[in-house]
Each structure stands twice: as structure tokens, then as C-alpha cells.
């Protein structure tokens, strides 16, 4: 019962590098988020998926990028990080419902700071 | 375009009195709606949810939340606070299938809930 896995745990950056947050399902969900969330700021939407190839941008997706190669893969990618994507970062999954998405199931977290 | 508020940023009571936390949403269709807890450090954890069935849903850990169309509220409710509530709580809503945004989750800003012994 895996569910959401996403990796690594905790990062800590320079400004100017880059890196991957995993995230993998295993409940074949069409459906795929990336969150990042600051205090006291709720969960911003950095971008989603409904399907393998298909990726849509949320709130706040500069400094990002996704892709979806696979049903259970969905990547995040941060190219030149910056301070302010110091911030937990969350992956979850859902699928359909009658009335759109089902409830989502969300991995543990990424906590990442940049320095 | 879907969008959720939640009135209340943080929400004080004290034990075993009710708790009432606010969440108000904008849909030109009927979403989905859902209610998450989360405990300081901690992951999401879903509360509960309305999809199409009763309007008045019940949830884990004594919580409930009633769908109100006429209102476009979904409050969440517990008739006696326990010091273990004490989280952040988030109301989401989801875009229906055939809007634009279909299968996008939206995040209200949380209301903090303490609960005083």
C-alpha cells in the first residue's frame, strides 16, 4: 500500500542549482498535483495533470516545470532555484468522479530551502 | 472558474464546546467538495467529502459538514472539541468534469483551530 511516494524528504539548495522532486502512484490515477505550501498560505496549485502527456499550469507555476511520461510518474523540476521556493512541497494523485476529481491522496512532503 | 474561501484563518474554543469552521465556494457547476486535516509537521489527511450523494456528510473523528447550494457553503462542524482537533483545516473544491479546469483541486487559505483545556 504505497499510495503517493515522493523523494527526497529534505533538500537544502544554492541558489542557482537545480534538482527533480520525485513523486510516483501506484493506484493508477489519472490525476496528478504538485502543491507547494508556505505558513500560514494554505496549498498553492504549482501544476497538475489529468492523464500521461497531458500537464496544465495552477497558481503559481513560475520556476517549474512537469512532464507526465507515464501514469505513475510526475516530476517537478526546478531549473535555477531562488529563496523563494523555500517551501514544502506536495504530490498527490486522484481520479474521476461524477462530479470531477475524487478526493486526493497526498504524499508525505518535500521540504526544501534554498540558500 | 472554481474558488474557495475559508472565513475564519483561525478559530479558538475550548474543550467540548462545538466547533465551527466557515468555507464558502464559487462553481458554476456542482463540484466536488472535501474537508482535510493537518496536524503540525504532518501530511493532508481527508476529513471527508460530497460528491453527489446526502448533503449532510459525515466524516472521521466526529466531524460532519453540510452541502448548502442555496448558500454555496460546506461548514464543518463537531458538537464537542477534543484537544487532538487542535490542526490546520483546509476546504477544497474540484472542478467538475467538462469545465475547463476539470480535475483541478483548489485550496482554501486553512483555518488554524485551537482548542484551550
Known amino acids: 500500500n504505497a499510495g503517493v511516494t515522493q523523494t527526497p524528504k529534505f533538500r537544502i539548495l544554492k541558489i542557482g542549482q537545480s534538482m527533480t522532486l520525485q513523486c510516483t502512484q501506484d493506484?493508477?490515477?489519472?490525476?496528478m498535483y504538485w502543491y507547494r505550501q508556505d505558513p500560514g498560505m494554505g496549498l498553492k496549485l504549482i501544476y497538475y495533470?489529468?492523464?500521461?502527456?497531458?500537464?496544465d499550469k495552477g497558481e503559481v507555476p513560475n520556476g517549474y516545470n512537469v512532464s507526465r511520461s507515464t501514469t505513475e510518474d510526475f516530476p517537478l523540476r526546478l531549473e535555477l532555484a531562488a529563496p523563494s521556493q523555500t517551501s514544502v512541497y506536495f504530490c498527490?494523485?486522484?481520479?474521476?468522479?461524477?462530479?470531477?476529481?475524487?478526493?486526493?491522496?497526498f504524499g508525505q512532503g518535500t521540504r526544501l530551502t534554498v540558500v | 472558474a472554481q474558488s474557495v474561501t475559508q472565513l475564519d484563518s483561525h478559530v479558538s474554543v475550548s474543550e467540548g464546546t462545538p466547533v465551527l469552521l466557515r468555507c464558502n465556494y464559487s462553481?458554476?457547476?456542482?463540484?466536488?467538495l472535501f474537508w482535510y486535516v493537518q496536524h503540525p509537521n504532518k501530511g493532508l489527511q481527508l476529513l471527508l467529502k460530497?460528491?453527489?450523494?446526502?448533503?449532510l456528510v459525515k466524516g472521521i473523528n466526529g466531524f460532519e459538514a453540510e452541502f448548502k447550494k442555496s448558500e454555496t457553503s460546506f461548514h464543518l462542524t463537531k458538537p464537542s472539541a477534543h484537544m487532538s482537533d487542535a490542526a490546520e483545516y483546509f476546504c477544497?473544491?474540484?472542478?467538475?468534469?467538462?469545465?475547463?479546469?476539470?480535475?483541478?483541486?483548489?485550496f482554501g487559505q486553512g483555518t488554524t483551530l485551537q482548542v484551550k483545556p
Open positions: 498527490a494523485s486522484s481520479t474521476n468522479g461524477d462530479r470531477g476529481s475524487t478526493e486526493a491522496f
Open positions: 493506484m493508477n490515477h489519472n490525476y
Open positions: 495533470s489529468v492523464g500521461a502527456g497531458i500537464t
Open positions: 462553481s458554476s457547476y456542482s463540484p466536488s
Open positions: 460530497y460528491t453527489s450523494a446526502a448533503t
Open positions: 477544497v473544491v474540484s472542478s467538475p468534469h467538462g469545465s475547463s479546469n476539470t480535475g483541478k483541486l483548489i
